[in-house]
């Protein structure tokens, strides 16, 4: 008996390779935050917004940060934009990036 096949499943991975180019430097770790520039980006699914907005408020206010630049990706399986990434490389000394439901 011969199987044939009656249709075709496609597999995605979703893990990306390792960029390559210099949008990814290796920065010393950060000991402290007290003074650093906070930045925010908020990966487009609903209610990381407020996520991230309770936690950048904790951390001006108990640590002592700047909320620097904050961004939201267009949609939650799409990268952000280079320049959204060089704005917040630019003007963030950390960031943090979000996701809710």
């Given at each position: 008996?011969?199987?044939?096949?009656?249709?075709?499943?496609?597999?995605?991975?979703?893990?990306?390779?390792?960029?390559?180019?210099?949008?990814?430097?290796?920065?010393?770790?950060?000991?402290r935050?007290?003074?650093?520039r906070?930045?925010?980006?908020?990966?487009?699914?609903?209610n990381?917004?407020?996520?991230?907005?309770?936690?950048?408020?904790?951390?001006?206010?108990?640590?002592?940060?700047t909320?620097?630049?904050?961004?939201?990706?267009?949609?939650?399986?799409?990268?952000?934009?280079?320049?959204?990434?060089?704005?917040?490389?630019?003007?963030?000394?950390f960031?943090?990036?979000?996701?809710a439901?």
């Open positions: 008996m011969t199987l044939q096949a009656t249709r075709t499943i496609t597999l995605v991975n979703p893990v990306a390779p390792a960029p390559t180019d210099d949008r990814v430097r290796q920065r010393p770790a950060i000991t935050l007290q003074g650093l906070l930045g925010l980006l908020d990966n487009g699914k609903a990381a917004d407020h996520l991230l907005q309770m936690l950048s408020a904790d951390l001006q206010r108990d640590l002592g940060t909320l620097a630049v904050q961004g939201r990706k267009p949609h939650p399986s799409i990268a952000a934009a280079r320049e959204q990434l060089a704005e917040l490389a630019r003007d963030a000394d960031v943090v990036s979000a996701m439901d």
